[in-house]
Structures are given as structure tokens and as C-alpha cells.
């Protein structure tokens, strides 16, 4: 009996382990604001001294602005407010992105590897979804049509997107639960790396020909250097 209760206690430990290390560091104190000016690199940010913290620290300004959706093809703007933006948030788990959409704009099929992101839509219409992981041999498309006012949450780490179906412009603001979420755009990691994924990998993994993929290489390689 003892034997079984120490493996449960063992087990537990581990879980409570991998929870903690699946997530943003816990604050030990008040805050940890971040050094912009470190001497050592540790995962997150090195403490500011709290003699030097202000209250600027924890503040930022220009959420009211609307993004540029005119300088990409996809027609969308979206503008962080993370631990880069706002030293304060170091330790705390949070961040916060406004997104604009021009008419037809689409945030493209992305996912924050190290956040849950809750989406609220302050103007207009949004067709808005998510895919599952592979589970068995399906992949599952969870989508909604959104207005203003409306709520999504997509899951950490899974592939989502948001499309602007209505005729004027669109905004939307989204918490996620990382000082620093991360970003994969999907067609920009698998098309635009550099070097570049060779095609003979590309074309097997999507069933089309070489030239197709380099046509798609060439593409984003236009893109990222506009």
C-alpha cells in the first residue's frame, strides 16, 4: 500500500512538473520586469532592478490606431502588445494583439505555439476556425461566422485563421495566455525558410509537382522581401 501511494505521489509530482514547464514562468514576487539591456540570456527575461521600475514599465499607447492592411497581399494588420512592447508583462502570462482586416482580408493559418489566444471582434464580420491535431486520421475543422461583439477561443498551438467576410473593415482584439506567444504563419514557415525546404520534400508532403512548389517558393521569397 505504501509502495502504491508513493508511486501516485511520484506520478503526481511529474504532472505538476510538465504543468509548470508547459507554461509561462510563474512571478515569484510582485512583478519581473524585463531588462532590455540583459548581461545573461535566460528563457524569458532577466529581472530589472525594482529601484529602476516606473509605471511606464507597465504601459503602452496606439491600440486605437488602426493597423496598415495595405502592406501585404493578405490584407490584414496585426499589432502586439507583448513582453517586447511592455517590459511589465515579464512573468505574468499574458499578452494582447489588435487585428485589423480590410474587406476580404485574411490573418492566414498560423498558430502561437506557447498560447491560447481568445478572440473578441470590436467591428465587423469574421469567418473565423481551427484545426485539430491528427486524431487517428482526421483533422477537424472547428469554424464559426462572427460579428461584433462575438467570442472565439482557439486552442494552443493548433492552426487557425480569421477571414473579414463583411464589406468594410473588420477589428478584433485577442488576449493569449504568454507573455510572448510565438508565431508560425504556415505558408511562410513551409514556402519562405531559409534556407529553403528542398522541393523533392515539399512535393511528396503536398502530392504536386516540383514546379509547382517552386513557383510557391519563389512567391514568398517576393513577399518577405517587399
Known amino acids: 500500500m505504501a509502495v502504491k501511494l508513493l508511486l501516485v505521489a511520484v506520478l503526481l509530482a511529474l504532472a505538476s512538473a510538465h504543468a509548470v514547464l508547459a507554461s509561462d514562468p510563474s512571478p515569484l514576487q510582485d512583478f519581473c520586469v524585463a531588462d532590455d539591456n540583459p548581461k545573461v540570456f535566460v528563457n524569458g527575461a532577466v529581472c530589472k532592478n525594482m529601484n529602476d521600475v516606473t509605471a511606464d514599465d507597465f504601459y503602452t499607447s496606439g491600440l486605437d490606431q488602426p493597423g496598415n492592411t495595405n502592406n501585404n ?9 507583448n513582453v517586447n512592447r511592455i517590459p511589465g508583462l515579464n512573468t505574468l ?3 494582447l494583439v489588435r487585428i485589423d482586416y480590410a474587406p476580404n ?3 492566414p493559418p498560423h498558430t502561437h505555439p506557447r498560447a491560447t489566444e481568445i478572440l473578441v471582434v470590436l467591428e465587423g464580420e469574421l469567418y473565423v476556425g481551427f484545426v485539430t491535431s491528427n486524431i487517428g486520421q482526421t483533422n477537424r475543422l472547428f469554424t464559426k461566422n462572427l460579428k461584433k461583439g462575438d467570442v472565439f477561443v482557439f486552442p494552443e498551438g493548433l492552426i487557425h ?3 473579414n467576410t463583411g464589406k468594410h473593415n473588420a477589428v478584433a482584439l485577442a488576449g493569449l495566455s504568454s507573455q510572448n506567444p510565438g508565431v508560425i504563419t504556415i ?10 525546404i528542398s522541393d523533392d520534400v515539399l512535393a511528396k508532403a503536398f502530392q504536386v509537382d ?9 512567391q514568398q521569397w517576393t513577399d518577405n522581401n517587399n
Open 105 to 107: 482580408g485574411l490573418n
Open 93 to 95: 502570462g499574458i499578452s
Open 187 to 196: 505558408a511562410k514557415a513551409v514556402f519562405g525558410s531559409t534556407p529553403p
Open 161 to 163: 485563421f480569421q477571414l
Open 210 to 218: 516540383k514546379r509547382l512548389v517552386d513557383w510557391l517558393q519563389a
Open 73 to 81: 497581399n493578405v490584407g490584414s494588420n496585426v499589432t502586439a502588445v
